[in-house]
């Protein structure tokens, strides 16, 4: 059975890198508000892990796998979010910051919770 869920994920995926890799000097320059940047980081990483945590992580009696589930915490929570942000130091006018990665880890932790708390809740979205 093929997973619905991927073409989301990866498509989300997709934008989400390149929205942090595109050179500054191509973003816009208003400032809406402070720490705009991160509420940013926290909700593309939020929907991310969200999204990647449903792919291939339930059963057909939607009971969780808790091995796919683990890795998919550990790549979109922890690890994926953390060379993204190294990447940065690479791209012009983007730089490798220590509260964006704080920013992208929060998003992630709340995009797996709320996953499980969609879970327990019988909710249809995962």
Do not use: C
């Amino acid at each position: 059975m093929k997973d619905k869920r991927l073409i989301p994920a990866v498509l989300w995926l997709v934008i989400v890198t390149v929205a942090v890799l595109t050179p500054g000097n191509s973003l816009p320059k208003v400032p809406l508000f402070p720490f705009a940047d991160k509420l940013i980081h926290f909700g593309l990483f939020a929907l991310l892990t969200f999204l990647w945590v449903r792919v291939g992580t339930l059963t057909q009696e939607r009971k969780l796998k808790w091995k796919n589930l683990s890795t998919k915490l550990l790549v979109f929570t922890i690890l994926f979010p953390i060379f993204i942000e190294y990447l940065q130091m690479f791209v012009p006018n983007r730089s490798f910051e220590f509260e964006d990665i704080l920013a992208n880890l929060i998003g992630g932790v709340i995009g797996f919770t709320g996953f499980i708390i969609l879970y327990k809740a019988g909710s249809r979205l995962v």
